[in-house]
């Protein structure tokens, strides 16, 4: 069975767990879109892995793990993730890991244009800096580079050379900046080029291989429904699909071949940097979940804004990304609750809303209509059988499934591999 997993909200949903959970039985892991702006943690005996371009099954022998076409690749930061699993005594090997021949590079002037443009904005989006967007405009523009030019020292050169003669000019006369000197560059990802070539291959080729010889496959989002650049709360996006149908156009294989789409959600909302969040907590409370949660960016190390669950949000989601199955994710982390807050609509100008609207002054303006339901009051760590949560816990999960509209299959109730609940 071919399935992918999203995340249904602003991202941080944990699907790094549940991808390490579900990759333990399938063949292959491909992830699709985004950059190291991600960040996908993992808790395996008490040992924390943070991943930003590797997928997480990279921690399961025998399994194979795929960066595809859709995802762009700062070398240097995934050479450093190789590096350093292999101190953690774990060897990532060219039969385990694969890299699109066709996926862009993120450069040192996409990283430094990032930061330019987001200080000169008077509306900050809280990009992370990492040179993401950059490079997926150099994509659409068509003047990117790819891996497989990485691997051409002559059309790599050629390349950068036609880069900067524009690049520098953009630098100089509208940043005030002094622009890059392409031998330095060169000569730095010349030496990526080396130890990145054997990892490299035509990857749309071998996963739709792997799918014809019976292979199982799990696609990994990164990010969240409403980080999607086309469907997200725009322009506080990333630059990438983050929904399932980016899987098609990140991995070249046919939406015919994925079989079932799980969403992860948080028990409440998160999300980090900039742009609305209509059912954000106040301070006080927001301290108290991101404490108890752990909300700071696995990525940037900001902390996260938090807030209720918001039904509207996800049930768009789900309109959009198909969802088989959901996954509530830390629901221990509202264990202590006296009573939960669902958001079920939202009042803008005297009318009800039942549906996410796109205006942004409206999604900035709108108030949310909360439910309020009892808390359980109960640690629910370990706890492995649905039956046996507490009665208010099992009301709200499927008071949740009933707002949204689909079957809630996993629940998590702490950070381990083990700690969940399937239904």
Same mark, same amino acid.
């Given at each position: 069975?071919?399935?992918?997993?999203?995340?249904?909200?602003?991202?941080?949903?944990?699907?790094?767990?549940?991808?390490?959970?579900?990759?333990?039985?399938?063949?292959?892991? &491909?992830?699709?879109?985004?950059?190291?702006?991600?960040?996908?943690?993992?808790?395996?005996?008490?040992?924390?892995?943070?991943?930003?371009?590797?997928?997480?099954?990279?921690?399961?022998?025998?399994?194979?793990?795929?960066?595809?076409?859709?995802?762009?690749?700062?070398?240097?930061?995934?050479?450093?993730?190789?590096?350093?699993?292999?101190?953690?005594?774990?060897?990532?090997?060219?039969?385990?890991?694969?890299?699109?021949?066709?996926?862009?590079?993120?450069?040192?002037?996409?990283?430094?244009?990032?930061?330019?443009?987001?200080?000169?904005?008077?509306?900050?989006?809280?990009?992370?800096?990492?040179?993401?967007?950059?490079?997926?405009?150099?994509?659409?523009?068509?003047?990117?580079?790819?891996?497989?030019?990485?691997?051409?020292?002559?059309?790599?050169?050629?390349?950068?050379?036609?880069?900067?003669?524009?690049?520098?000019?953009?630098?100089?006369?509208?940043?005030?900046?002094?622009?890059?000197?392409?031998?330095?560059?060169?000569?730095?990802?010349?030496?990526?080029?080396?130890?990145?070539?054997?990892?490299?291959?035509?990857?749309?080729?071998? &996963?739709?291989?792997?799918?014809?010889?019976?292979?199982?496959?799990?696609?990994?989002?990164?990010?969240?429904?409403?980080?999607?650049?086309?469907?997200?709360?725009?322009?506080?996006?990333?630059?990438?699909?983050?929904?399932?149908?980016?899987?098609?156009?990140?991995?070249?294989?046919?939406?015919?071949?994925?079989?079932?789409?799980?969403?992860?959600?948080?028990?409440?909302?998160?999300?980090?940097?900039?742009?609305?969040?209509?059912?954000?907590?106040?301070?006080?409370?927001?301290?108290?979940?991101?404490?108890?949660?752990?909300?700071?960016?696995?990525?940037?190390?900001?902390?996260?804004?938090?807030?209720?669950?918001?039904?509207?949000?996800?049930?768009?989601?789900?309109?959009?990304?198909?969802?088989?199955?959901?996954?509530?994710?830390?629901?221990?982390?509202?264990?202590?609750?006296?009573?939960?807050?669902?958001?079920?609509?939202?009042?803008?100008?005297?009318?009800?809303?039942?549906?996410?609207?796109?205006?942004?002054?409206?999604?900035?303006?709108?108030?949310?209509?909360?439910?309020?339901?009892?808390?359980?009051?109960?640690?629910?760590?370990?706890?492995?059988?649905?039956?046996?949560?507490? &009665?208010?816990?099992?009301?709200?999960?499927?008071?949740?499934?009933?707002?949204?509209?689909?079957?809630?299959?996993?629940?998590?109730?702490?950070?381990?591999?083990?700690?969940?609940?399937?239904?």
């Amino acid at each position: 069975m071919n399935i992918a997993v999203v995340g249904a909200q602003w991202g941080d949903e944990g699907k790094g767990k549940l991808i390490d959970i579900l990759s333990k039985d399938v063949d292959v892991t &491909v992830r699709y879109q985004g950059g190291s702006n991600a960040g996908h943690t993992v808790i395996v005996d008490q040992a924390r892995y943070v991943f930003h371009l590797l997928p997480s099954a990279i921690l399961r022998s025998g399994k194979v793990c795929v960066i595809g076409n859709g995802v762009v690749v700062d070398p240097k930061a995934l050479l450093e993730e190789i590096d350093g699993l292999k101190v953690r005594g774990i060897k990532v090997t060219p039969q385990q890991l694969k890299i699109a021949v066709n996926s862009h590079v993120v450069m040192p002037y996409h990283r430094v244009l990032d930061g330019l443009r987001e200080k000169m904005r008077e509306h900050k989006i809280g990009t992370t800096g990492r040179g993401i967007g950059p490079c997926y405009a150099d994509k659409v523009t068509r003047c990117g580079i790819r891996m497989v030019d990485l691997l051409n020292p002559r059309v790599f050169a050629a390349k950068l050379k036609d880069n900067l003669r524009e690049k520098n000019e953009y630098f100089k006369k509208v940043f005030g900046q002094h622009g890059f000197q392409a031998d330095p560059i060169y000569q730095e990802y010349m030496g990526y080029a080396r130890r990145l070539k054997p990892y490299v291959c035509d990857t749309a080729l071998y &996963v739709n291989e792997a799918i014809s010889q019976k292979k199982s496959v799990l696609f990994e989002g990164a990010q969240g429904a409403f980080l999607d650049i086309d469907f997200g709360t725009y322009p506080f996006v990333t630059s990438s699909n983050t929904i399932v149908g980016g899987v098609t156009s990140g991995s070249g294989v046919a939406p015919t071949k994925i079989d079932k789409i799980i969403a992860a959600v948080k028990a409440y909302t998160t999300r980090v940097g900039e742009g609305p969040f209509p059912t954000e907590f106040d301070k006080k409370m927001e301290e108290v979940i991101r404490t108890k949660g752990k909300e700071f960016g696995s990525t940037t190390g900001r902390a996260r804004r938090c807030g209720w669950f918001d039904s509207v949000l996800v049930r768009y989601a789900a309109t959009i990304g198909g969802f088989d199955e959901l996954a509530i994710m830390k629901l221990d982390v509202l264990d202590e609750l006296e009573t939960i807050s669902l958001c079920t609509g939202y009042k803008y100008k005297g009318k009800l809303l039942k549906d996410f609207p796109h205006d942004y002054e409206a999604i900035c303006n709108l108030k949310p209509v909360y439910e309020e339901m009892p808390g359980w009051q109960t640690p629910l760590g370990q706890i492995r059988s649905y039956k046996k949560l507490p &009665v208010n816990a099992r009301r709200y999960i499927e008071r949740m499934q009933e707002l949204v509209g689909v079957t809630i299959k996993y629940v998590s109730i702490g950070s381990e591999r083990d700690e969940i609940i399937v239904r």
